[in-house]
């Protein structure tokens, strides 16, 4: 099968990209290949011709979007309905990598594939406008997924994620606070890929699924976690998010569930697993 992954030097993209190579042929594509916001930029999808398009591409900077939404939209949504269109035309499945932002948290229990949408945010409203958008090619899927950690880390935040950022403040001696009160469904990215490479090989009925490894865990309880596992005595402090004062709403629960995928045999392990092998592959925990 041929693939094309759009964004294939991010975090997911990179972990699709070694994922599916294994059994299929992949054409990752870079920011510098690719602009999803223009459409004859797209076209080079036209020339590639491949079975199924996996657009992981997204400006993510959360505060950056509430202070430049025409850019978040021009990228999350109309970058979405310019691969889509693409894709319908060329006959291709199209995948579609959204967010557990697109809730408002009010649920205070993990929110699965038919809970209504209700975004609090520039980043999200964009987001759930792709999902839309991406609607336009009868053969999608929109894949929600959360709080990410991969190899690769985030280009937003300069090659690093959660993970590493509670690393590196604990190699330079820092008193770590870390907010208590934001739920949310740690995801390992090598897993999501993994996943995702399931959904497209099962063949498995269009639409929305959610994606993320099993768990609900707040912010703190997860870089207690990270310590931990590396047996480090770090000095974390448990804080409210008032303690973070922000202009842009976010959801204080946001973790995800899916009851669609263990209908067709598919179960994403426990995050704690995950977070193991990811300290290990990144060389921060012997075996």
């Given at each position: 099968m041929k693939i094309a992954v759009i964004g294939a030097t991010g975090q997911l993209g990179h972990d699709l990209v070694r994922v599916l190579s294994k059994d299929h042929e992949v054409i990752g594509l870079s920011h510098a290949d690719i602009e999803v916001a223009d459409l004859k930029s797209c076209k080079i999808l036209e020339k590639i011709k491949p079975e199924v398009i996996i657009n992981t591409a997204a400006y993510h900077n959360v505060p950056a979007c509430e202070e430049n939404p025409e850019k978040a939209f021009l990228v999350n949504a109309i970058g979405a309905r310019n691969v889509a269109l693409i894709g319908k035309q060329i006959g291709a499945t199209v995948i579609y990598i959204s967010t557990d932002y697109v809730f408002d948290g009010r649920k205070k229990a993990p929110y699965d594939e038919d809970d209504v949408p209700n975004p609090l945010n520039a980043y999200a409203?964009?987001?759930?406008?792709?999902?839309?958008?991406?609607?336009?090619?009868?053969?999608?899927?929109i894949i929600r997924v959360a709080s990410l950690f991969g190899v690769r880390g985030c280009r937003a935040k300069g090659g690093l994620n959660f993970v590493e950022v509670m690393i590196q403040k604990a190699k330079k001696g820092e008193t770590i606070k870390v907010v208590n009160d934001v739920y949310m469904s740690p995801t390992y990215t090598f897993d999501a890929a993994k996943t995702i490479k399931l959904i497209i090989e099962r063949n498995l009925p269009y639409g929305v699924y959610h994606v993320t490894n099993q768990g609900v865990v707040s912010w703190y309880e997860f870089a207690k976690a990270i310590f931990e596992l590396l047996s480090w005595d770090i000095n974390l402090i448990p804080v409210t998010s008032s303690e973070f004062p922000s202009k842009v709403r976010r959801p204080k629960f946001s973790a995800l569930i899916s009851k669609k995928l263990p209908k067709y045999g598919i179960q994403m392990r426990h995050w704690k697993e995950a977070l193991k092998d990811y300290l290990i592959e990144k060389g921060h925990l012997k075996i």
């Open positions: 409203i964009s987001k759930l406008a792709g999902e839309f958008f991406t609607r336009y090619a009868p053969k999608h899927y």
